[in-house]
């Protein structure tokens, strides 16, 4: 920990925070030499939970977490402009929590004698100090909201994994993406033509880094191959590091550069970008790097295309496109119809969760299926291989699930995992040994659609290698927005298909036939259309599993489109057969909900589409909308 002897006077960083805008200059300046700069290093603590609390502090650039001794996450993060240790400071109590440094980090600090002094000397500056009280709090009021997102990062460090360079249309792919957005990019020849000499820590640039990070939304620092000075200040500066990496995963022990960044950022702020030559469906290998360098998540970039660019820089921006699949059974077609409608008009999705039928549909788009592909693995799965029409001895289960999981084996392949999917991609299914969520992002790829699709009586549940018994999602999560909420931040579509409303049927319980009855109907086609409206066993269990999910308080964000697309007439969720009628009617009706959402102008569809050009996307949409109708 380094304190800098003396006061601090900077007017032009001071007039940034909002601390000091009210304040006159010469009450600024009055402020500012009260102060003495404290500069900390990554991972240098500023103050002790239980300590005493006989300093306010202010953030001059840098970041840190507020955390409590035995939780592993963190309370909140301080950035630039914000103060630190106001509560103890003006209670009077000890210090209710940790604050360490996540970044190098430099702050103001102001002691109660300090304060005390200006209080008598300078009232407003008083008053300047209680209005950043107010919007603390109004602040931490509002995120008292039950949504939790994935933090954003504001500084990223790319640099490379592995032992194989990274080829130099990687490097021009990025610039391009990261061109199209706010971001600075930030290597060594621009560090150098700047500051021709200096070394990387010198503090002119970190200075100049510091102000770069305050103004730009978010700062790439572009490290080299090796751990030299540069390499190791960018991995310092950043928030998460990225490892961009080529080829298979090498044996053997880390490079100097993966040793470093693992040592200074924790697995959850990091990130893996594997880099192909042409996209695919699938790849393989994803699970021998991140065995190498476990990371948050992992990225797919194709050398040739441009759009899987775009796509790594939303998510490092907080702009990633998410699609949360809703189960329903037979109705997770409608999955089809509707992403084939938000792809013809150029929208493309940067990952996809699942529940039940859901998460079948959302593997296929994470593997880059078409919907076509997928409307013929549907007729596969479900129509040709019988899979929900073979009864077997109840011991386990109603069904026989051999068909079904040989026919998901086909579709998703038998080897293929989910680390090696083109798009990122999670599975939510129901531990029942932990009574929690599982939301599976790793491992076999059709094994996690069958394990969130174990709909508990018709078929035997999942078991791991572990020993944890998984049954279908939506016992706990029908619609997992907030899962999708703790993986990224950005805009999300969110297709369900829960009623909107009470829904009454017209069945007279004493016309339900008994066995004999119920035999014999279905013996003799005639009597069979005398048979009672009412829903089937399978439809009242899907009911019953998902009657307590409120699909009216799903976890919601501004940028969050839910959408229901309406069942055809007639239609139940058993009737897999139907499956192309289903498809077809949501692929329309979702063309025409476009329309009208663009035209109400929501938030979350022009999120979603980014295009800047709404009247040249509605026009879009309204053609290929009238064309899709009239044929």
């Known amino acids: 920990m380094n304190e800098a002897s003396g006061t601090f006077a900077s007017e032009n960083v001071s007039e940034d925070f909002a601390l000091f805008r009210t304040l006159s200059p010469e009450h600024r300046i009055t402020a500012l030499n009260a102060m003495v700069r404290l500069d900390l290093v990554r991972g240098e603590r500023l103050v002790a939970q239980g300590g005493s609390s006989d300093s306010l502090f202010l953030v001059l650039h840098g970041a840190l977490a507020v955390c409590r001794n035995g939780e592993l996450e963190p309370l909140a993060e301080l950035r630039a402009g914000e103060l630190v240790g106001e509560i103890g400071f003006f209670a009077n109590v000890p210090r209710t929590a940790n604050v360490i440094a996540i970044r190098d980090t430099s702050v103001l600090v102001l002691t109660r004698a300090a304060y005390q002094k200006l209080a008598r000397d300078a009232p407003a500056i008083v008053e300047a100090v209680l209005a950043a009280l107010a919007l603390r709090f109004g602040k931490e009021t509002a995120r008292l909201a039950p949504l939790r997102s994935s933090p954003r990062a504001r500084t990223v460090a790319l640099i490379e994994g592995g032992r194989e360079l990274l080829p130099g249309a990687f490097d021009r792919r990025m610039r391009d993406a990261l061109a199209a957005t706010d971001a600075e990019i930030v290597d060594v020849a621009r560090v150098n033509s700047k500051f021709p000499g200096r070394a990387p820590d010198a503090p002119d640039v970190a200075e100049w880094l510091n102000r770069l990070e305050h103004a730009a939304p978010l700062v790439v620092y572009l490290g080299d191959h090796d751990a030299n000075a540069w390499t190791r200040k960018a991995i310092r500066q950043a928030d998460m590091v990225v490892f961009g990496c080529r080829g298979d995963a090498p044996v ?52 040739g295309d441009q759009v899987d660019f775009d796509s790594l820089v939303r998510f490092l921006s907080g702009r990633a496109i998410g699609y949360v699949a809703g189960g329903g059974g037979s109705l997770g077609s409608a999955h089809v119809g509707v992403y084939k409608a938000f792809r013809e008009l150029g929208v493309i999705f940067d990952i996809f969760i699942g529940t039940s039928v859901g998460s079948a549909m959302a593997a296929g788009f994470a593997k880059n299926l078409e919907a076509e592909d997928l409307e013929l693995g549907t007729h596969d799965i479900f129509v040709t291989s019988r899979s929900f029409r073979r009864p077997t001895w109840p011991r ?53 659609v069958r394990a969130s699709s174990a709909i508990p009586g018709l078929l035997p549940p999942f078991y791991t290698p572990e020993g944890a018994m998984l049954v279908d999602g939506c016992l706990i999560d029908n619609v997992p927005l907030a899962p999708m909420h703790q993986l990224k931040s950005g805009p999300n579509l969110v297709v369900h298909f829960g009623e909107p409303a009470a829904e ?59 959408i229901r697309p309406p069942c055809p007439l007639g239609i139940d969720v058993t009737d897999f057969d139907r499956h192309t009628e289903i498809f077809q009617a949501s692929y329309l009706w979702a063309l025409q909900a476009i329309v009208a959402l663009e035209a109400e102008g929501n938030p979350a569809m022009a999120a979603i589409f980014a295009a800047g050009k709404p009247a040249t996307m509605r026009g879009a949409v309204v053609e290929l909308a009238s064309n899709a109708l009239s044929s």
């Open 504 to 562: 009454l049927f017209d069945v007279a319980y004493d016309k339900l036939p008994g066995r004999l009855e119920l035999v014999a109907a279905m013996l003799m086609p005639f009597r069979k259309k005398l048979l009672p409206a009412a829903p089937s066993a399978v439809n009242v269990l899907w009911r019953s599993l998902v009657a307590h999910q409120r699909y009216d308080m799903l976890p919601t964000g501004p940028l969050d489109l839910v």
């Open 252 to 303: 053997g022990p880390l490079t100097d550069v993966e040793t470093f960044a693992c040592e200074v950022h924790p697995r959850s702020a990091r990130r893996l970008v594997r880099v192909h030559d042409q996209r695919s469906s699938h790849v393989s290998g994803t699970a021998a790097w991140l065995a190498r360098l476990p990371c948050f998540m992992h990225h797919h970039v194709a050398l």
């Open 396 to 448: 386990y289960a109603l069904l026989d699930h051999k068909a079904f999981d040989r026919a998901l084996a086909r579709q998703f392949g038998h080897d293929c995992r989910i680390e090696d999917c083109w798009r990122p991609f999670a599975a939510v299914a129901t531990n029942l040994s932990t009574h929690n969520l599982e939301l599976i992002r790793s491992g076999s790829l059709w094994q996690a």
